[in-house]
């Protein structure tokens, strides 16, 4: 198995292997595997030790931030206080040099008293307590050997935990499931004792002894916890649960939050109480040996337990589960189920988990449940998209504005006052701020800042021009003083102001135009009339912007041309003009929006329509030399680049944690989702007036339909796409005939 080892982060330590209880349910005791029953009691002083040296080394070679210890058993409490103690303080010695240590205790409560909770808070131990719900549910399973109840004693040990000066330790309550129990009855006995949070677990089963199913439903388990999360979600989600937090990550792009879910490989090992190390404890439901490694604390580092094939299986991600598996669209979210839910005799854990029929029901039916309000609202909604864009530059202001921390001195100061004043007056900072290429500055401040290439003044120079050109915009006459640098300042959104020699000068709003007071006073009466010192930024058809003087405007795949001659910008501009015209004939609703969100088109010496790296949404380079038909095409096919390139700065539409490939209608060689999503999109836009696009827009988004990456809003762009390539089988105008 090729990859680097994944190092331990979470370590189970059976400090005792006989418990209290006789639970039915219980894989240690009533499983496959009886190992328990030649180890000894309680962990010796000696496997402490070697437990402790040994996680710190790894700790100190894999530079960990962080390890977590969970005490388990069996019952740990049967451990008693001074053994646990002796654990606390060997762990606690050995790796606070090395990292942070975070201590639980998992356990059923029935030995909690002050005296354990006493030396919990003395070495910050966090406790999690098993309680299967109400006193029904949990007298199913959890009672003594003679049958009697355990329930009032866990309930009494969760007041215990509950008092002012415990609640800190709380970690919260496991609950395994049975679906002979009322889910809403289980989830309400346990939210009434208000835990920190809830982990509902699957009890642990295999093909070769399957879980129970009273009324035969192959999706019983999926339907209880459904009617659990219901419950949940309409009661506003009042506590965390573990299972549904994980699901709701997946489907929008995050990790799993769960080792019993997604594909993150597994961290995990376990310490037995005479010190031999084991995979992890739930595969004693597989086989007598499952979780045997052959290796223990005292001989074998925890890096050669990681190179163990059965844990480097469990390391694979997408490629670590059954074929079955990797064709389906919900394993992101299921990855497989638990490892050991797959076992069966024939074939060993290369299947489906034998919850396989329910977890693709839960998280079909929590995607179902949630999709319309968590999937970004840019995705359906042309002006949220336009808004959370202008939104992203306004935090790179502020992000700027932090980073400086006093650092800008008084010009920095100066200009952030007067940003202030012109914002409370006008919509000009506003329009300055949406500028697609004011994003490209300021990535290139933050950029310079963190590098060390910036001085204070020329950042405090540079916001000055910004503010003026807002103060300009918004008509609001308040004195700027800016310091340029080349004999020229420019003017955001406006244009160019020649000044003859580079300097300080102060620049005022007037009317319809301003002022410039430096070594000589320049007057601009007209913003958009050309004068022998100030070429401003052209206009073109519905107000969109042709710059070619922005200094920000390059970062484009193709060069920027220089200024353009009054004849070259007439002819671009004329071309542009009908370029639009064919566009609203051919795609009315796609040229609509379009419109209404390219704010600025620049001229390039290529062929190809371009979306700039660090610029922000509304810009597009697009050919000077190309006629309108070439034109249209390149505006259509560029403001897709640009739109779903603005998308993707907002929203995930898919995950990019897997190994996942698929074909591509358009090409022998397989794509990641990205490359499938981007290509189906360009393609379904293009599909209207364009033969050739449609069958492999529409073959790409059958193909999007199954893929495992898309999240919540990847799929609901699909959707939208799916819509409007059926749209486009409508009679249109072909733009290669325009």
């Given at each position: 198995m090729?990859?680097p080892?994944?190092?331990?982060?979470?370590?189970v330590?059976k400090?005792?292997?006989?418990?209290?209880?006789?639970?039915?349910?219980?894989?240690?005791?009533?499983?496959?595997d009886?190992?328990?029953?030649t180890?000894p009691?309680?962990?010796?002083?000696?496997a402490?030790?070697?437990?402790a040296l040994?996680?710190?080394?790894?700790a100190?070679?894999?530079?960990?931030?962080s390890v977590?210890?969970?005490?388990h058993?069996g019952?740990p409490?049967?451990?008693?206080?001074?053994?646990?103690?002796?654990v606390c303080?060997?762990?606690?010695?050995a790796?606070a040099?090395?990292?942070?240590l975070?201590?639980?205790?998992?356990?059923?409560?029935?030995?909690?008293?002050?005296?354990?909770?006493?030396?919990?808070?003395?070495y910050?131990?966090?406790?999690?307590?098993?309680?299967?719900?109400d006193?029904?549910?949990?007298?199913?399973?959890?009672?003594?050997a003679?049958g009697?109840?355990s329930?009032p004693?866990v309930?009494?040990?969760?007041?215990?935990?509950h008092?002012?000066?415990?609640?800190?330790l709380?970690?919260?309550?496991?609950c395994?499931?049975?679906?002979?129990n009322d889910?809403?009855?289980?989830?309400?006995?346990l939210?009434?004792l208000?835990?920190?949070?809830?982990?509902?677990?699957?009890?642990h089963?295999?093909?070769?002894?399957?879980?129970?199913?009273p009324?035969?439903s192959?999706?019983?388990?999926?339907?209880?916890?459904l009617?659990?999360?219901?419950?949940?979600?309409?009661?506003?989600?009042?506590?965390?649960?573990?299972?549904?937090?994980?699901?709701?990550?997946?489907?929008?792009?995050?990790?799993s939050?769960?080792?019993?879910?997604?594909?993150?490989?597994?961290?995990?090992?376990?310490v037995?109480t005479?010190?031999?190390?084991?995979?992890?404890?739930?595969?004693?439901?597989?086989?007598?040996?499952?979780?045997?490694?052959?290796?223990?604390?005292?001989?074998?580092?925890?890096?050669?337990?990681?190179?163990?094939?059965?844990?480097?299986?469990?390391?694979?991600g997408?490629?670590g589960v059954?074929?079955?598996?990797?064709?389906?669209?919900v394993v992101?979210?299921?990855?497989?189920?638990?490892?050991?839910?797959r076992y069966?005799?024939?074939?060993?854990?290369?299947?489906?988990?034998?919850?396989?029929?329910?977890l693709?029901a839960?998280?079909?039916?929590?995607?179902?449940r949630?999709?319309?309000?968590?999937?970004?609202?840019a995705?359906?909604?042309?002006?949220?998209?336009?808004?959370?864009?202008?939104e992203?530059?306004?935090?790179?202001?502020?992000?700027?504005?932090?980073?400086l921390?006093?650092?800008?001195?008084?010009?920095w100061?100066?200009?952030?006052?007067?940003?202030g004043?012109?914002?409370?007056?006008?919509?000009?900072?506003?329009?300055?701020?949406?500028?697609?290429?004011?994003?490209?500055?300021?990535?290139?401040?933050?950029?310079?800042?963190?590098?060390?290439?910036?001085g204070?003044?020329?950042?405090?120079?540079?916001l000055?021009?910004?503010v003026?050109?807002a103060?300009?915009?918004?008509?609001?006459?308040v004195p700027?003083?800016v310091?340029?640098?080349?004999?020229?300042?420019?003017?955001?959104?406006?244009g160019?102001?020649?000044l003859?020699?580079a300097g300080?000068?102060?620049?005022r709003a007037?009317g319809d135009?301003?002022?410039?007071?430096?070594?000589?006073e320049?007057?601009?009466?007209?913003?958009?009339?050309?004068?022998?010192?100030?070429?401003p930024?052209?206009?073109g058809?519905?107000?969109?912007?042709l710059?070619?003087?922005d200094?920000?405007?390059?970062?484009f795949?193709?060069?920027?041309?220089?200024?353009?001659t009054?004849?070259?910008?007439a002819?671009?501009?004329?071309?542009?003009?009908?370029?639009?015209?064919l566009?609203r004939?051919?795609?009315?609703?796609?040229?609509?929006?379009?419109?209404?969100?390219?704010?600025?088109?620049?001229?390039l010496?290529?062929?190809e329509?371009c979306?700039?790296?660090?610029?922000?949404?509304g810009?597009?380079g697009?050919p000077?030399?190309?006629?309108?038909?070439a034109?249209?095409?390149?505006?259509l096919?560029?403001?897709r680049?640009?739109k779903l390139?603005?998308?993707?700065?907002?929203?995930?539409?898919?995950?990019?944690?897997?190994?996942?490939s698929h074909?591509?209608?358009?090409?022998?060689?397989?794509v990641?989702v990205?490359?499938?999503?981007?290509?189906?999109?360009?393609r379904?836009?293009?599909a209207?007036?364009?033969?050739?696009?449609?069958?492999?827009?529409?073959?790409?988004?059958?193909?999007?339909?199954?893929?495992?990456?898309?999240?919540?809003?990847g799929?609901?762009?699909?959707?939208g796409?799916?819509?409007e390539?059926?749209?486009?089988?409508e009679?249109?105008?072909?733009?290669?005939?325009?």
């Open positions: 090729t990859g080892l994944v190092p331990f982060r979470e370590i330590l400090v005792h292997s006989r418990c209290d209880l006789a639970c039915d349910h219980c894989y240690i005791y009533e499983h496959a009886q190992s328990w029953r180890r009691k309680a962990i010796s002083d000696q402490i030790s070697w437990t040994r996680l710190a080394e790894h100190k070679k894999h530079a960990l931030p977590s210890v969970i005490l058993g019952e409490l049967l451990a008693g206080p001074a053994r646990l103690r002796r303080e060997e762990l606690t010695t790796l040099p090395v990292t942070e975070d201590l639980r205790i998992h356990t059923n409560g029935l030995q909690l008293s002050p005296r354990y909770l006493d030396l919990f808070d003395e910050g131990v966090k406790v999690g307590i098993s309680l299967d719900g006193k029904t549910a949990n007298d199913r399973h959890r009672r003594f003679d009697r109840s329930h004693l309930l009494k040990a969760i007041d215990l935990l008092q002012e000066r415990y609640r800190h709380d970690l919260g309550l496991l395994t499931i049975d679906v002979a889910p809403v009855a289980v989830y309400d006995a939210t009434a208000a835990p920190p949070r809830i982990d509902f677990l699957l009890p089963a295999t093909w070769e002894e399957p879980p129970p199913r009324d035969g192959p999706t019983a388990y999926a339907e209880w916890i009617t659990v999360f219901d419950r949940w979600d309409d009661q506003g989600r009042p506590v965390p649960v573990r299972l549904f937090e994980s699901v709701l990550s997946t489907l929008n792009g995050g990790p939050l769960t080792e019993s879910l997604g594909l993150a490989p597994t961290d995990l090992v376990v037995e005479d010190g031999t190390l084991e995979q992890v404890d739930s595969l004693k439901s597989a086989y007598e040996g499952a979780a045997a490694t052959g290796f223990d604390v005292f001989r074998h580092s925890f890096d050669e337990v990681a190179a163990h094939p059965g844990v480097r299986a469990r390391q694979l997408l490629a059954s074929e079955t598996c990797r064709q389906c669209p992101r979210s299921c990855g497989g189920g638990l490892y050991t839910h069966r005799a024939e074939g060993g854990f290369d299947n489906p988990s034998v919850y396989c029929a329910d693709e839960l998280v079909r039916g929590i995607e179902n949630t999709a319309a309000a968590t999937a970004a609202p995705v359906a909604d042309p002006g949220a998209l336009v808004a959370e864009q202008h992203l530059t306004r935090v790179l202001l502020a992000e700027l504005h932090s980073e921390d006093g650092r800008g001195g008084e010009g100061a100066e200009a952030w006052e007067l940003a004043a012109v914002e409370q007056r006008s919509d000009g900072l506003d329009e300055v701020l949406a500028h697609p290429y004011t994003r490209a500055w300021l990535l290139d401040c933050l950029d310079a800042l963190r590098e060390g290439r910036a204070a003044a020329g950042l405090a120079g540079e000055a021009r910004y003026a050109a103060a300009v915009r918004g008509r609001v006459d700027v003083r310091t340029h640098r080349g004999g020229a300042l420019h003017l955001p959104t406006l160019t102001v020649g003859g020699v300080p000068v102060e620049l007037t135009g301003f002022v410039v007071r430096g070594a000589q320049l007057r601009v009466e007209r913003l958009q009339e050309e004068s022998g010192h100030w070429r930024v052209r206009r058809a519905h107000g969109v912007a710059d070619d003087l200094p920000y405007r390059d970062g795949a193709a060069p920027v041309t220089g200024r353009l009054p004849g070259e910008a002819g671009w501009g004329g071309r542009l003009d009908r370029a639009w015209a566009l004939d051919a795609v009315p609703d796609q040229a609509a929006e379009a419109a209404a969100s390219l704010t600025t088109l620049t001229p010496t290529g062929t329509p979306v700039g790296r660090r610029h922000g949404y810009a597009l697009l000077l030399h190309e006629e309108a038909g034109l249209a095409r390149a505006l096919r560029g403001f680049r640009a390139r603005a998308l993707l700065d907002v929203t995930d539409l898919y995950a990019l944690d897997g190994a996942w074909p591509a209608p358009w090409q022998e060689a397989p990641p990205s490359a499938l999503l981007a290509g189906a999109y360009e379904a836009g293009l209207a007036y364009e033969h050739g696009h449609a069958e492999q827009a529409e073959r790409a988004l059958d193909l999007l339909e199954n893929a495992a990456e898309l999240t919540v809003s799929k609901l762009l699909v959707a796409v799916r819509k390539l059926c749209r486009s089988r009679p249109a105008v072909m733009l290669s005939h325009g």
